[in-house]
């Protein structure tokens, strides 16, 4: 039995995890079921109503906002069936990520690769371009062996490289303008241990030595901390064992205690008192000493992440990255900016997904980020402006302001996906604001 009810929030109003966007629906649906979920979009399209699908809200961009039907998919959750000669796991599209990961760990299997926080749902990541870092191994939806979606006349198409493949190859980073999507169809391997290994390094050796770095390790990121030259370098890789991991108490004082409790006071002061952020980068930047940990891979991939925040990333080609982070520090340095959060670097290969941050190149994601309800628009408009200038690609859940002709230019494909959405969806079932901005109207 599906449920209707008004949106959460005050006065019928939806929020999303950063605070960035509020929305109020006519009616809320939470379908138990496909076919509960293809009736509530054909109902829409008779009443007229636009439909949109949300998940944990993590996302800072207005993607999943509507004024028409919300669907929650709650009731959509859990594995739907494990095949382990195929080595897939076929999951519903409302499971968190968390979920799935401790499913699948219970099953002696896991995902090649994931991102950092693992509280969205596995349509949301997917559908936004959710990803980790990895010199080989790619984004989550870059994983997807098949999906289910409903499109606007309310039929469900199953999709993969031999079934409707052209709408395969959009839908896996589908932005919610395609259909929604009910299950997903990911590959999967025996789990695995990694040994991670995190240890402070000067920003000046990161940048001079990254193609080094990269090279020699199959997941490398770093944080820098802008107002110092000073980073926190992460390579993660595979390992024979054994299970060494971090300790009850330096994982909590570390990931906690300094991570989030520390530095969400840090971040309060430097909100009430910017003057005061620089002299706390310093200090953040030297609080957490080097570690070596070895564990299954989504203990090793993902942190807790309490501390509320706004953020933008681009994804630059990999061989821009250096260049592009030498003229953020020089912006940041001569400016009046006060940035209390590190930036994050990561890398991925090139995949085949038609509107993937990674499609047809490798390359390079730097995020910056501020704490929430700290101004945050001249430092994003700032960095936003170099990263467009080397042909940067935003995060689809991450705060930008780029647009359809914009998009046109530094994805070769995008003419294909708007051309599949214009048969999949003509009626703009699934359209909003958003939407009408980055694919037009």
Not at 92 to 117: H, Q, V, Y
Not at 178 to 192: D, H, N, Q, S
Not at 414 to 428: C, I, V, W
Request: proline fraction near 5%; charge should be neutral.
């Amino acid at each position: 039995m599906s449920s209707t009810r008004t949106a959460s929030g005050k006065n019928g109003t939806w929020r999303n995890w950063g605070g960035t966007v509020s929305a109020r629906p006519a009616r809320e649906v939470a379908p138990a079921s496909v076919e509960e979920l293809a009736e509530a979009v054909r109902r829409a399209a008779e009443d007229g109503l636009t439909v949109k699908a949300v998940g944990s809200g993590h996302s800072f961009t207005s993607i999943a906002a509507t004024d028409g039907v919300l669907i929650r998919p709650q009731l959509l959750t859990g594995i739907r069936h494990i095949d382990r000669t195929a080595m897939t796991v076929t999951v519903e599209a409302g499971t968190p990520l968390k979920r799935l990961n401790l499913a699948l760990a219970r099953e002696g299997l896991s995902l090649a690769n994931m991102g950092d926080i693992m509280e969205q749902t596995v349509s949301g990541a997917v559908g936004t371009g959710t990803h980790g870092t990895g010199r080989d191994s790619a984004s989550i939806a870059a994983q997807i062996r098949a999906l289910e979606l409903v499109t606007a006349d309310g039929s469900v198409l199953t999709c993969s490289p031999t079934e409707n493949a052209d709408v395969f190859a959009a839908a896996r980073i589908g932005l919610g303008a395609l259909g929604v999507v009910t299950a997903i169809t990911f590959a999967v391997e025996p789990v695995f241990l990694l040994t991670a290994r995190e240890e402070p390094m000067p920003l000046d050796r990161v940048l001079a030595e990254f193609d080094q770095l990269w090279a020699e390790n199959e997941h490398f990121e770093f944080y820098w901390f802008p107002h110092t030259g000073s980073t926190i370098t992460k390579r993660n890789n595979r390992s024979a064992g054994p299970e060494r991991p971090v300790g009850r108490f330096r994982g909590w004082f570390e990931d906690e205690f300094l991570s989030n409790g520390a530095f969400q006071a840090v971040n309060w002061v430097g909100r009430a008192v910017p003057a005061t952020i620089p002299a706390f980068a310093r200090v953040s930047s030297r609080a957490l000493s080097a570690r070596t940990y070895t564990d299954i891979p989504y203990k090793v991939f993902t942190s807790p992440r309490r501390v509320r925040f706004v953020e933008m990333e681009y994804a630059v080609p990999r061989e821009a990255v250096v260049e592009t982070l030498r003229e953020l520090k020089a912006m940041v340095d001569r400016s009046p900016l006060r940035i209390s959060f590190p930036v994050e670097v990561r890398t991925a290969p090139a995949d085949d997904i038609t509107l993937s941050t990674a499609s047809g190149r490798d390359t390079a994601y730097i995020a910056v980020h501020m704490f929430r309800g700290t101004p945050y628009h001249a430092y994003f408009t700032a960095a936003e402006r170099l990263f467009a200038a080397h042909e940067g690609r935003p995060h689809w859940g991450k705060v930008h302001t780029r647009d359809a002709e914009y998009f046109s230019r530094v994805y070769p494909r995008f003419g294909e996906f708007t051309a599949l959405r214009e048969r999949l969806d003509p009626d703009r079932r699934f359209a909003n604001d958003y939407l009408r901005r980055v694919l037009g109207p």
